[in-house]
């Protein structure tokens, strides 16, 4: 079965820093897609970013990236210039590209951003 | 922007009882989907629908539950007698034709008491 690893339950930083949050997933697919999902305290999902396994270029959406490192099943999220609004959970999530679409997802980081 | 709706928002409801939480996904999504979250952990996979029918599900999704896609816009989860551990929120999605991503509602926070 997949499973989806954050190891950090909670990361801070400085408004206008950059952070890293950490993702490990364990499958022996080689086609599917990754996701970094935010929660903020609304509790609303919201999708922040998201990557085939088949392209080796790391996604980027304005101050987020990812480095995916399939190899080593590793996914993680960088936010540059953080801002207070990105104070949230953040959930890493996986996907299996057959079938019925459905997410794993990881335990989440909460992110608390310091001004 | 097109969105998934929920409703109720919140719910409380007595152990034992019925309850049916709505959903109406983006109006030209195929793929429907259940999730919830216990406070402070991991969202879970529930069941996935498609072509009106249950396409997987997951351990968690017993004969307690089921869902209706009852008249081509709504999409619904109905928990029967429900348990203190059916507290949680519950999250609808939808998502389009082939590979696209999944979009979440806002949620229902059901309380069983």
């Known amino acids: 079965a997949q499973t989806v690893t954050q190891s950090q339950p909670e990361m801070s930083v400085q408004e206008a820093e950059t952070v890293t949050l950490s993702c490990t997933y364990d499958?022996?697919?080689?086609?599917?897609?990754l996701f970094w999902y935010k929660q903020p305290p609304s509790r609303q999902m919201i999708l922040v970013i998201r990557?085939?396994?088949?392209?080796?270029q790391n996604a980027t959406e304005n101050r987020f990236s990812v480095n995916f490192q399939k190899a080593a099943k590793s996914f993680s999220l960088k936010i540059s210039d953080s801002q207070l609004g990105d104070a949230a959970m953040y959930f890493c999530?996986?996907?299996?590209?057959?079938?019925?679409?459905?997410?794993?997802f990881g335990q989440g980081t909460r992110l608390t951003i310091n001004p | 922007e097109p969105e998934v709706t929920q409703t109720p928002s919140h719910q409380v409801t007595q152990m034992g009882q019925e309850v049916i939480l709505r959903c109406v996904p983006i109006?030209?999504?195929?793929?429907f989907y259940w999730y919830r979250q216990i406070l402070g952990q991991k969202v879970e996979f529930l069941v996935s629908?498609?072509?009106?029918?249950?396409?997987?599900k997951s351990e968690i999704f017993d004969d307690q539950f089921s869902v209706e896609r009852p008249d081509g816009s709504n999409f619904t989860l109905k928990i029967r007698s429900t348990k203190l551990e059916d507290s949680a929120m519950y999250f609808c999605?939808?998502?389009?034709?082939?590979?696209?991503?999944?979009?979440f509602g806002q949620g229902t926070r059901l309380t069983v008491v």
């Open positions: 999605a939808s998502s389009g034709q082939g590979f696209t991503e999944a979009f």
């Open positions: 499958t022996s697919e080689s086609d599917y897609y």
């Open positions: 990557q085939e396994a088949y392209k080796q």
């Open positions: 999530a996986y996907e299996f590209n057959q079938g019925a679409q459905k997410l794993v």
């Open positions: 109006s030209n999504h195929l793929y």
């Open positions: 629908f498609y072509n009106n029918e249950i396409s997987e």
